[in-house]
């Protein structure tokens, strides 16, 4: 079982920048991909970066590739998105996740897809001003 919790959120003006953190317990941390999830109001769910278990692989959605950065600390079981340049359509609720290592890809969305992660945060808002 792993908990996480979310912390850093807040308001800010466009073009700023936050750095959202994700506190984990479990003692296998850094087997877990590790991803950053955002859900604005009336809107599904959607991905936004993601990271493997030791860090040397990230994964961004296009709407924030450049801006953002997802880092891992393993040990200090936490995981880090850097966002910069904050935009107002990057207001929402934004999730952490971790996803329990499979043996294989069962799909193109491994790192990018909400249904392949186990556990997630209870989430923390962020609102972009503009």
């Known amino acids: 079982q792993v908990q996480l919790v979310e912390s850093g959120g807040g308001l800010v003006q466009a073009g700023g920048s936050l750095r959202l953190s994700c506190a984990a317990s479990g003692r296998t941390f850094s087997n877990y991909r590790m991803g950053w999830f955002r859900q604005a109001p009336g809107k599904e769910r959607e991905f936004a970066a993601a990271?493997?278990?030791?860090?040397?692989?990230?994964y961004y959605a296009d709407s924030v590739r450049g801006r953002f950065t997802i880092s891992r600390d393993n040990a200090e079981n936490a995981v880090h998105l850097q966002m910069n340049s904050l935009k107002p359509e990057d207001t929402a609720v934004y999730y952490c996740?971790?996803?329990?290592?499979?043996?294989?890809?069962?799909?193109?969305?491994?790192?990018?897809?909400?249904?392949?992660?186990?556990?997630w945060g209870q989430g923390t808002q962020v609102t972009v001003s503009s």
């Open positions: 996740a971790a996803g329990i290592p499979l043996p294989y890809r069962p799909g193109n969305d491994y790192y990018t897809g909400d249904r392949w992660y186990n556990y």
């Open positions: 990271l493997s278990g030791s860090g040397g692989s990230t």
